[in-house]
């Protein structure tokens, strides 16, 4: 496979890892990088990119480049992405995909034969993932019901550090816990599942931080740090999230896929199938557990990261794990909880 030629623009924390693949992966050539920061230029500087540019139009504009990775605030994504499309680039997105909905259908508009997908698939890559997807797709569970996660990360020390300042803040980021963490709880859950639930209803709560916790975020934050919601879905499927950050409560976690004919309880980061407890049923035994490697061997996959498959894509002609059309749904469910949680009813889907 020919080496795709990647730029990254935005080389912080995020960034800093997709130049770290880029540079050793096999089937990727880093030939630029960018950022607005003079820090980050330098800190981009030990991955060796031919090219560093201070501003991303510049990379854009550079004809070497095939594709490129948008890993900067979220408020600004959506312009560049487009920029990016029109000089015929494909593209890579980090999570969220977009501040709304609308941003999202632009970019499916633009996108025109290009590839390109979101960073909220990083979960679905190792082989539990794999393993469970497969057997949820094949009917292993029967007809579902219910899709769950709860998620919960109890208050540490106070930081003796700054915050940063756009993590929960609306205006740069389009929202806090829900849209830094719950769109991966979202593309996790409808991913296991195919892709198959299709999302009518929710029905949302989200909280600030606790007053007691204030210090441990950046002054002026605005956005959640812990939300709920109740999800309806076509064939009275229903799917439940929760996440929270600096709770008054011990961290804990707890994901669920429940059939008519079985179910699997398990978490989003484990990479070992052994750890994902499979709850077969017949009529004669009840439920019997059992580990999901016992169940099949995972399907082989040599991407274990978004930017790994999503140059694959490109010279596969095929759209990456996670697509615009799946981070759409994504986004539109956040779009609702956000709707209910405001409005306090039932918000409606899409369409």
Not at 32 to 39: G, Y
Not at 269 to 294: F, K, W
Request: proline residues 5%; hydrophobic residues 40%; charged residues 20%.
């Amino acid at each position: 496979m020919e080496p795709v030629k990647v730029g990254v623009i935005g080389c912080g924390v995020i960034g800093s890892r997709h130049l770290s693949i880029a540079s050793e992966a096999s089937h990727i050539e880093l030939v630029a990088a960018a950022d607005l920061i003079e820090a980050n230029r330098a800190s981009a500087e030990r991955f060796n990119p031919p090219k560093i540019y201070d501003d991303g139009n510049d990379l854009l504009d550079d004809p070497e480049v095939e594709a490129v990775v948008l890993a900067f605030p979220t408020q600004y994504r959506t312009a560049v992405a487009l920029r990016a499309f029109e000089r015929g680039k494909h593209v890579l997105i980090e999570k969220p995909i977009a501040m709304n909905a609308a941003a999202v259908e632009q970019l499916i508009a633009a996108r025109g034969d290009l590839v390109s997908g979101c960073c909220s698939s990083r979960s679905r890559f190792n082989p539990a993932a794999r393993l469970a997807t497969q057997l949820i797709t094949t009917g292993g569970l029967g007809a579902l019901r219910t899709v769950h996660c709860r998620a919960i990360v109890g208050c540490r020390e106070k930081p003796d550090t700054p915050r940063p300042a756009w993590r929960l803040t609306k205006a740069l980021n389009g929202g806090g816990i829900l849209v830094n963490w719950g769109c991966y709880d979202l593309d996790y859950l409808l991913g296991l599942t195919g892709w198959q639930l299709k999302p009518q209803s929710v029905f949302a709560q989200t909280w600030t931080v606790p007053s007691v916790f204030q210090s441990h975020i950046a002054p002026g934050s605005d956005a959640e740090t812990h939300y709920t919601a109740l999800i309806r879905c076509e064939d009275d499927i229903v799917l439940s999230v929760e996440r929270g950050e600096f709770m008054a409560m011990h961290s804990h976690a707890d994901w669920e896929i429940i059939g008519a004919e079985g179910s699997l309880k398990l978490t989003m980061r484990d990479e070992e199938p052994e750890n994902v407890i499979y709850n077969r049923t017949t009529t004669e035994t009840g439920v019997v557990s059992t580990t999901l490697a016992e169940a099949g061997d995972a399907p082989e996959s040599p991407h274990s990261t978004p930017l790994s498959d999503f140059a694959a894509a490109i010279r596969e002609n095929r759209q990456p794990l996670t697509n615009l059309e799946n981070a759409l749904v994504v986004q539109q469910i956040t779009d609702a909880i956000y709707a209910s949680a405001e409005t306090g009813d039932v918000a409606k889907i899409g369409g």
